[in-house]
């Protein structure tokens, strides 16, 4: 999968995970920068995204993430 | 009650419902206390939006985390400052392992199962919450294989004897349920149940996608001990409870028996007469001529269900929603404690739309999967049982029966008459007082004093024949025994005799009882040669049934305050009333 089909789902994630319509998500993007992003949201986040692009993350991909580039990077690279 | 499973128990949708949430006037309450050795922030909009779901306003508070031992033995803690109604203790089995590991020593189920007690005491000690204690899912690593089980010390093995215990103490106290999380997990599978990223990422109790069941089961203990039970089961005949149609095939013809084409029927039928044996009142509701439909319930021997198992039996051309009702009103309970099985997808959606508050379950196509899919809907959860519960499908039989009777009767006294009544009236002995007692202290209604006599005191009163004489009645008809149902006491000591004390059941109202007795009372007088026999009644809040009791006897009031009246009655002027109940002769 490339980018630009992991973008507009992950969008749409991240607008119902921490509940804001407005939500776009860029590689720049850390947790800071988003209200209400925790430990606790972040579970449901990595939920969300394995469901949705039926892929499996380990602990070490997700503890190695430091942006939501990151993300879409390691999202691409494993969903088919 | 099963909560309503009006859409599917996925977790994103219920954290996306939960956000909407507006309490509703028209709900009930709830407080929940949670406290978790795992994270229990993931359980609140879970448990908030199915509580909604289910017309309950849920204030839910969560203890630190971590913290259930603190937050317990604390009597000055936030938990016991929030006043819950209900404390659940959602213990999880990766912090049981991490103690485990931990622990120096071979004593590591006693600390556990000494641990539980001493939390379970200190709640009870700081509060009249209702306590919900989680058990343990098995875990899925074994150090010894298959051997594990041999092994007392193994954490397979000392899972699964903690969860024993936990058991066996929940049955020791009526304040303790226990919410079965090792069932949930292990038929959802256990393999998918931990998931042990999310242990490490922030504590989750379980995987995300299994939330949501433990959160419903949880809803749906709270819900029963809050008094939403399911009461009755109505069940269609036809292709529901045997294969086949009895008006065509007859009531040998249809499919029924332990082995064959039969056999998932059979098997339905058994549970739910297991069903029936724990309380459960059983009604059939059937589209058939009476006849036919009874035929198979009393001639077909493979049959496990027999006539005498079902309390109220419809079977007529009728729509079902209006058999229904009247199913209802036989039993006096409510629409939402009734669930409706029948196979026929058009009846089902009649019911749903017509009659909103029975519980109408999808069945599935094969019969060999009815017992699976009811169970997978868990519509029978409870916080009680008991011995009566056992015993109410009896006495609701005879209560239907007698209704029955009653529809085909046109005059009130033609309906009396056929049921034969039978009564007897004693003086207190000493077989009978625990329940003269009882009765005592539980007549609101028909009650003239409200004097509660406790055992002893009725003994007293007993022996006392100088003074009184204290009198209980038994009454029967042909549809069974009501037992002792009414209590008179006279005091005899003074030239006129004095009703002290009057009640009666309200399951015997209207029958002429109360008449039968006044006529036995008036006789008493007349023998003793009394002039004057005189009562009082004294209101309370729920009395207010028996204020004219006297003045329909022929007693005129003498007195009359804030207090109660006085009357009295010259037995010589009585007039005793038309009363269809016989005397028994006592056995004894």
Redesign the interface.
């Known amino acids: 999968m490339n980018r630009d089909t992991v973008i507009p789902p992950l969008n749409a994630i991240f607008q119902?995970v921490f509940?804001d319509p407005s939500l776009e998500v860029s590689d720049d993007m850390t947790a800071p920068d988003v209200e209400g992003w925790d430990?606790?949201s972040?579970?449901?986040l990595?939920?969300?995204v394995e469901?949705e692009f039926k892929i499996r993350?380990?602990?070490a991909e997700?503890r190695g993430l430091s942006n939501v580039g990151d993300f879409i990077a390691l999202i691409s690279r494993k969903a088919t | 009650m099963i909560a309503q499973k009006t859409a599917s128990l996925d977790?994103?949708r219920l954290?996306?419902e939960s956000?909407k949430l507006r309490p509703d006037g028209a709900h009930q309450n709830i407080r929940v206390a949670i406290l978790s050795d795992a994270?229990s922030?993931?359980f609140v909009p879970l448990l908030k939006t199915l509580f909604h779901e289910n017309c309950v306003n849920a204030e839910i508070y969560e203890g630190a985390f971590d913290a259930i031992e603190l937050e317990a033995l604390n009597p000055a803690s936030g938990l016991y400052e929030f006043l819950p109604g209900v404390i659940v203790l959602a213990n999880c089995t990766q912090a049981l392992r991490s103690r485990y590991y931990e622990h120096k020593g071979d004593d590591f189920l006693e600390t556990a199962s000494q641990r539980v007690q001493r939390i379970w005491d200190a709640l009870q000690r700081h509060s009249s919450a209702r306590v919900i204690q989680c058990n343990y899912p098995l875990p899925y690593e074994r150090q010894f294989g298959n051997y594990d089980l041999k092994v007392p010390q193994s954490l397979y093995s000392v899972t699964a004897e903690l969860n024993s215990r936990i058991a066996l103490y929940a049955r020791q106290r009526s304040n303790a349920l226990v919410c079965d999380v090792e069932a949930i997990a292990s038929y959802l599978g256990r393999k998918h149940w931990f998931d042990?990223?999310?242990w490490?990422?922030?504590k989750?109790f379980c995987?995300?996608?299994h939330l949501p069941y433990l959160a419903q089961s949880l809803v749906e203990m709270v819900l029963s001990s809050m008094g939403r039970v399911v009461k009755c089961v109505i069940l269609d005949l036809d292709n529901t409870l045997w294969g086949g149609v009895v008006g065509d095939d007859g009531p040998l013809g249809i499919a029924i028996g332990p082995h064959g084409d039969g056999e998932a029927f059979y098997h339905f039928q058994q549970y739910i007469l297991s069903l029936k044996k724990r309380g459960i009142l059983l009604a059939v509701c059937s589209k058939n001529n009476r006849e036919t439909a009874i035929q198979p319930f009393l001639e077909n021997p493979d049959m496990v269900l027999k006539y005498e198992d079902i309390t109220v039996f419809v079977a007529n051309w009728e729509n079902k929603a209006g058999n229904i009702r009247a199913i209802r009103d036989t039993l006096e309970i409510g629409l939402d404690s009734m669930v409706f099985l029948d196979d026929n997808p058009f009846e089902r959606n009649l019911v749903r739309e017509l009659l909103p508050g029975v519980i109408v379950p999808e069945l599935p196509e094969d019969p060999a999967d009815y017992v699976r899919a009811i169970c997978e809907l868990n519509l029978f959860e409870t916080s009680s049982f008991s011995l009566e519960d056992t015993a109410r499908s009896e006495l609701y039989r005879q209560e239907a029966g007698r209704r029955e009777l009653q529809t085909s009767f046109t005059s009130i006294d033609e309906y009396l008459q056929s049921l034969e009544m039978k009564i007897e009236v004693a003086r207190f002995d000493p077989a009978a007082v625990p329940r003269i007692a009882q009765l005592i202290q539980r007549s609101n209604q028909f009650n003239l004093t409200t004097h509660r006599y406790n055992e002893a005191e009725c003994e007293t009163m007993m022996r006392d024949e100088a003074n009184y004489l204290p009198l209980y009645a038994r009454l029967s008809d042909r549809f069974g025994d009501h037992g002792l149902i009414s209590v008179v006491i006279l005091n005899v000591s003074a030239a006129e005799m004095e009703i002290r004390d009057w009640l009666m059941s309200c399951r015997v109202l209207a029958r002429g009882v109360e008449q039968y007795l006044m006529t036995r009372v008036v006789a008493v007088a007349l023998e003793k040669g009394v002039s004057r026999i005189s009562g009082h009644y004294i209101p309370t809040a729920k009395n207010a049934m028996v204020k004219d009791f006297f003045a329909q006897f022929g007693f005129e009031k003498v007195l009359e305050t804030d207090g109660g009246s006085r009357w009295h009655l010259d037995p010589t002027a009585y007039r005793p009333p038309t009363i269809y109940i016989t005397e028994k002769q006592r056995t004894s």
């Open positions: 119902d509940d430990s606790l972040h579970v449901n990595i939920v969300a469901k993350l380990t602990t997700v | 977790y994103g954290v996306r956000r994270a922030q993931q042990e990223r999310l490490a990422f922030s989750a995987h995300l996608d």
